[in-house]
Structures are given as structure tokens and as C-alpha cells.
């Protein structure tokens, strides 16, 4: 009897971040700037791995555990690249524009004028 009542909670557990999971991939998709987009991925790897602890528990596997484990580093040496990068070609944007700014000559200070 508790195993049945055990069973439909991690089923409806899955359903929940299933259903958070797809929330968090229109976010990801429609995300206005490029912060949410890695925040949106970042949770959904998040969830994924609950979800594969959760059907490790329902399948009694503890080796699928081992495979949650190995997606958790993948996502997260995932969204350190993605970023990296993201931070390297803004880097290079910046300079580029800051090229494009001329600077103003050096003010020289005007003599004879005290100011009180």
C-alpha cells in the first residue's frame, strides 16, 4: 500500500518538473537578454537531475544515479564555457567601440584667473 502511494508521488513529482522543465525552456527560448537564456538552462539542468534521481529511486538502479552525477558536471562545465565565451567576444565588442570614441585633448589650466 505505501509503495503504491510512494509510486504515484514520484510520478507526480516527475509531472511537476516535467512541466517546470518545459516553463523553463520557453523562458530559455524567449529569454530577452542572453542572462536568462543561461539561467533557463542552467535550472533546466538542474531539474533534469532531479528527475533522473527520481526515476533511479522508481527503478531501483543506483547506477542511474551515476549517470545524474555525470550530467550535473557536464552542465555545469557547460554554462562556465558558454559564458567564458560569451564574456570573450563582449570583451571584444567593447574594445571595438571604444576604438571608435575619440578622446578629447588634455585641458591645459588658464593662468591668472583665481577663483574664491
Known amino acids: ?3 503504491t502511494v510512494y509510486n504515484w508521488l514520484f510520478i507526480a513529482a516527475l ?3 516535467g512541466l517546470t522543465t518545459f516553463a523553463y525552456l520557453l ?3 524567449i529569454g530577452p537578454t542572453f542572462f536568462d537564456s543561461i539561467l533557463g538552462v542552467n535550472n533546466i539542468s538542474t531539474l533534469v537531475i532531479n528527475m533522473i534521481c527520481i526515476v533511479a529511486v ?3 538502479e543506483s547506477y542511474i544515479v551515476d549517470v ?3 550530467y550535473a558536471m557536464l ?3 557547460t554554462v562556465v564555457i558558454v559564458c567564458k565565451a560569451y564574456l570573450r567576444s563582449h570583451r571584444i565588442h567593447r574594445t571595438n567601440e ?3 570614441i575619440k578622446h578629447p585633448k588634455h585641458i591645459t589650466h588658464v ?3 583665481t577663483h574664491d
Open 98 to 100: 571604444f576604438e571608435h
Open 15 to 17: 509531472c511537476v518538473l
Open 111 to 113: 593662468e591668472g584667473g
Open 27 to 29: 523562458r530559455t527560448i
Open 58 to 60: 522508481l527503478q531501483g
Open 75 to 77: 552542465g555545469f562545465v
Open 1 to 3: 500500500m505505501i509503495d
Open 68 to 70: 545524474a552525477l555525470i
